[in-house]
């Protein structure tokens, strides 16, 4: 499955940002998909999963119920909501799918076979 995320940028703080993810080869409806993020000078780190469903959704700690995962199965793609922007949302955001089906929530990065390129988000005061 190839993945092409999009939608970062600079943002204000309080402002609010959709990313997206588009995924093609793989059928994207049947893979459970996850955002993680990596900020200046931090290891990379998680931030939402959800199944492939789009029902049942997790997020990392620090999270702070700011950030929402979604998905739209019949355009293949993946967003992550991100509202109230703080500084500490500056990051570069990389969707990620697995390499099987399998129902599980994901939480590690080892366990994602394919990633996108990342699309960075700036936040300005």
């Known amino acids: 499955v190839q993945l092409q995320a999009s939608g970062g940028g600079l943002v204000q703080v309080g402002g609010s940002l959709r990313l997206s993810c588009t995924a093609t080869?793989?059928?994207?409806?049947?893979?459970?998909m996850a955002w993680f993020r990596q900020r200046r000078g931090k290891e990379r780190e998680f931030v939402a999963h959800?199944?492939?469903?789009?029902?049942?959704?997790y997020y990392g700690d620090g999270v702070g119920g700011r950030l929402t995962i979604s998905r739209d199965n019949g355009k293949n793609t993946l967003y992550l909501q991100i509202d109230n922007v703080k500084f500490e949302d500056a990051a570069r955001y990389y969707c990620?799918?697995?390499?099987?089906?399998?129902?599980?929530?994901?939480?590690?990065?080892?366990?994602?076979?394919?990633w996108g390129q990342g699309t960075l988000v700036t936040v300005s005061s």
């Open positions: 080869g793989r059928a994207f409806s049947n893979l459970g």
């Open positions: 990620a799918a697995p390499g099987d089906t399998a129902p599980v929530t994901r939480i590690h990065d080892y366990e994602f076979e394919y």
């Open positions: 959800i199944d492939y469903t789009g029902t049942s959704t």
